[in-house]
């Protein structure tokens, strides 16, 4: 479950990822152990990783993603800042923060949680961090390079976005990085 980025959102990250990953490209010396960037053509922003799911769920997950969306208004939300998870020296997935809109995001996020609870998928233990994975370095020599590039750029910078769905996603994994499928989207409030 996630809310996709409004399209200006989407091309500005876009044009800031292509602008690092030219970057990064610029200064290799030698032989290249590259990040795997995700594909930017299914940005968004994940409230709950269900991983997994029996194609017989799929029908009582998208209702519960239904009455999730018409519990949320829309809302606005301001992507800044970047980081990696554990951390920048040792980097196993690149992100962007968000420093705008995050008590209504993770208030989305438990109610996309009570929803999944209701049709019995276990409540989320973990706090939610909400963050927008642009790559992932998994022990990769270019990792803390992408991720303190990336981190200058977003220094002082906003990226502003509106929220009006929420949608469900099947991830597609195979040849290269995941490709994001809606199987469904629903507009916030309705």
């Known amino acids: 479950m996630a809310v996709p980025l409004s399209q200006a959102a989407q091309e500005a990250v876009i044009d800031l990822a292509e602008a690092v990953r030219a970057e990064v490209e610029a200064a290799a010396h030698g032989p290249r152990s590259a990040v795997r960037w995700v594909r930017m053509d299914g940005l968004h922003l994940t409230l709950r990783f269900l991983g997994p799911t029996d194609p017989q769920d799929v029908a009582a997950v998208e209702a519960a993603v239904r009455r999730a969306g018409a519990r949320a208004l829309p809302f606005s939300l301001v992507i800044g800042g970047a980081g990696a998870f554990p951390s920048a020296a040792r980097p196993r997935t690149i992100w962007l923060g968000l420093t705008g809109g995050l008590e209504n995001v993770a208030q989305l996020a438990s109610t996309v949680d009570d929803e999944l609870e209701s049709v019995g998928w276990t409540r989320e233990t973990r706090p939610f961090r909400g963050h927008l994975t642009l790559a992932r370095a998994d022990g ?11 981190a200058d750029r977003m220094a002082g910078r906003t990226i502003a976005s509106e929220v009006s769905q929420v949608a469900l996603y099947e991830s597609v994994t195979g040849s290269g990085a995941a490709r994001y499928v809606s199987l469904a989207s629903v507009p916030l409030g309705r």
């Open 140 to 150: 990769r020599r270019e990792g803390p390079l992408v991720a303190r590039r990336l």
